[in-house]
């Protein structure tokens, strides 16, 4: 993700320099207290198709989801809390 660990990056509004060993670890528990969605397999076929996964039509369901459950985590119990509340 950042090429140049010396330089600042940016993710969701939050800024990082990973050459200092704090943000590495703030880096990384704010990556990890992000919801993530993947893809859905092996489910009964969706009628009137034959669709059993949400491979190649599915990403945009998913990203909206994604989208709007980290909204609400953040506006309602901010990042970086999970791991307090037990949740991570």
Not at 6 to 35: C, M, N, T, Y
Not at 43 to 56: A, K, R
Request: charged share 20%; hydrophobic share 40%; net charge negative.
């Amino acid at each position: 993700m950042f090429t140049d660990t010396s330089k600042p990056g940016f993710v969701l509004g939050r800024k990082f320099i990973l050459s200092k060993v704090e943000d590495e670890a703030a880096f990384r528990e704010f990556w990890q207290s992000l919801i993530w969605f993947s893809y859905r397999s092996d489910f009964p076929p969706i009628e009137p198709t034959t669709y059993t996964s949400d491979v190649g039509w599915g990403c945009t369901l998913r990203t909206a989801q994604m989208l709007l459950a980290n909204g609400f985590l953040h506006h309602f119990i901010g990042h970086g809390t999970l791991e307090i509340a037990g949740l991570l």
